[in-house]
């Protein structure tokens, strides 16, 4: 099975394009613009962490883009399938990740934690596993769709009905497929299910609750009806104060207005 | 050099090469060939392999046994029905034409050869960056052109390589070459190299040379951060053996850069261009973070 080519938005390669041509691409705006897109972003990360060129380890956007260089990755970007937008699902996780990337920062600034830019990361790509499903399997996915809102699943126990496994794990080898670090395949992999991650818990705890305040605010389509409940486990790891996750709420709100009109300009 | 026993194709390729400009030395013995090449190296060499046992296939094994003349280019005259059962492992040629020879064919290989070795014939294994004699040659040609040569290396890069281990230390080197070569090239272009170990050179147009050493420092900087856990980060240094051999703290990794103007009126030889930016590289050492110093005498 080819996943090398997962498919990202045309309004994200348009706009890569159009920086490419002014010839003088800077690599923040490029990683503006990349870091916006889930499926991108994994395959930069899988580029710079293959095995031909030497370097291991490499887990944010930026230092990928910047070992990699501009030619690769606008060649890499060109080289992208699209998505075919029949319905506005595609769009729909696309603003999830996004919206889920921008929460995990937050939450890690918030906390003072130690890479916020990989948690950042992790946030953004926690759902490829969705994309992968929907590239693979169109008839499950549609059955998918149909089980969550008749039957009021999650998305992760229709995929386990229809599929024998779920998102999560399909990203944990996608992730693993594409070396991805374990700073980042660990939130992809227990982001439902933060007590079994294992050197990450705190990275993995940041994108679980990024992901139920993003579902929670109504932000872009994850694929479920259902808001699910932060685990304990995610509580006792990042200690939240009452006044620190009121301000999260807050400042979350305000971003997301950002990101729907970053969002907007892409899908221009 | 033209290695064959067929006397007349020996005269024929002879006077078709001349007529292209190349200079031909044709030898019919094989026994003859080892020695004219450690005499006097040729730059490619054509092999006629169609008389089949005369020793041919061992010569160019025992040549590629010698890493000195291992990078000669060789091209085999072979015949039609020989190609397909060829043992190419036993006899390590570049490239094979069938014979009868047709003319613009061995010349269009002949070039497409000297062209590939002279890009790839002494980069680098770790960077797969051009090394020394490129190197040399590269600053040769910019001498008098308003070009400037940076000279590169890490600072506290063995301590880094001992307390890591060398594969760490290969990938930090990996690093800095792969950053130095982007941002040579996104500043619209010029000349990487890689001397050897920590050590890169590269040439760019003068009014880009600050801005290629700015963004060269900007991104290891950001690189080095993925290369330390947090609490050596916080700390700022690590424990190891400094250069005189005692523990010391050792500094997280940065970079120096020397950059000398190619066409200042005192430096006259490409070698006095190293020498002043590897003076310049060192007085950036003292700085304990990442820096480059411009060379700016004049006259």
Redesign the interface.
């Given at each position: 099975m080819d996943t090398r080519t997962l498919p990202t938005l045309p309004g994200v390669i348009l706009k890569l394009n159009e920086l490419s041509e002014s010839n003088r691409a800077s690599?923040q705006e490029m990683a503006r613009i990349v870091t916006s897109d889930q499926a991108l972003s994994a395959r930069i990360l899988r580029l710079a962490n293959s095995p031909s060129?030497?370097?291991?380890?490499?887990?944010?956007i930026?230092?990928a883009m910047?070992?990699?260089?501009?030619?690769v990755v606008k060649s890499l970007a060109l080289s992208s399938s699209f998505f075919e937008i029949m319905e506005n699902d595609s769009v729909g996780l696309w603003e999830h990740s996004l919206g889920v990337g921008a929460a995990a920062n937050l939450i890690a600034g918030k906390l003072k934690l130690?890479?916020s830019e990989e948690i950042a990361t992790a946030g953004l790509l926690h759902d490829i596993g969705k994309v992968v499903i929907s590239l693979k399997c169109r008839d499950a996915e549609s059955r998918i769709r149909s089980a969550v809102r008749e039957k009021q699943l999650f998305s992760r126990e229709a995929e386990q009905e229809m599929l024998d496994t779920d998102h999560a794990e399909v990203g944990a080898w996608l992730a693993k497929c594409w070396f991805l670090p374990d700073k980042l395949s660990e939130p992809i992999a227990f982001h439902h299910d933060v007590s079994r991650a294992m050197n990450h818990r705190v990275k993995t705890a940041v994108v679980h609750l990024a992901d139920v305040l993003i579902k929670a605010s109504g932000f872009g389509n994850g694929g479920d009806c259902l808001v699910p409940l932060i685990q304990q486990e995610a509580w006792d790891l990042l200690r939240l104060t009452d006044q620190q996750l009121a301000e999260l709420v807050d400042e979350l709100e305000d971003k997301l207005i950002e990101v729907k009109c970053f969002s907007q300009e892409m899908q221009a | 050099m033209l290695v064959t026993t067929d006397a007349s194709l020996a005269t024929h390729a002879q006077v078709r090469l001349l007529s292209k400009g190349y200079l031909v030395v044709c030898i019919t013995r094989s026994d003859e060939v080892l020695n004219t090449v450690y005499d006097d190296p040729p730059d490619m060499m054509v092999v006629d392999l169609s008389t089949g046992n005369d020793g041919s296939a061992e010569m160019i094994a025992s040549l590629r046994g010698d890493s000195f003349f291992s990078a000669i280019p060789i091209i085999g005259l072979v015949k039609p029905c020989d190609a397909g059962a060829f043992e190419w492992e036993n006899c390590p040629l570049d490239d094979f034409i069938q014979l009868p020879l047709d003319y613009n064919e061995l010349f269009c290989r002949i070039s497409l050869a000297l062209f590939r070795i002279k890009r790839i014939f002494d980069n680098n294994p770790l960077t797969r960056l051009p090394g020394n004699t490129s190197i040399q040659r590269a600053i040769e040609e910019s001498m008098g052109k308003p070009l400037a040569v940076c000279y590169l290396d890490i600072n506290c890069f063995k301590p880094y390589n001992d307390v890591y281990g060398f594969g760490r230390g290969d990938e930090v080197i990996r690093m800095l070459g792969r950053i130095i070569f982007n941002a040579v090239r996104e500043s619209g272009g010029g000349f990487c190299g890689h001397v050897g170990g920590d050590d890169f050179v590269a040439i760019v147009p003068m009014e880009r040379a600050e801005v290629v050493c700015q963004t060269v420092i900007a991104y290891f900087d950001r690189i080095v951060l993925d290369l330390f856990d947090e609490e050596t980060k916080a700390r700022g240094y690590y424990n190891g053996i400094n250069r005189k051999g005692a523990m010391d703290q050792i500094p997280l990794l940065s970079v120096s850069i020397g950059v000398v103007p190619t066409d200042s009126p005192h430096l006259r030889h490409a070698a006095k261009v190293a020498e002043v930016a590897a003076d310049l590289k060192a007085q950036a050492k003292d700085s304990k973070k990442s820096c480059y110093i411009m060379d700016r005498r004049r006259g």
């Open positions: 690599v060129y030497g370097f291991y380890r490499v887990s944010t930026s230092n910047i070992l990699l260089g501009v030619n130690p890479e | -």
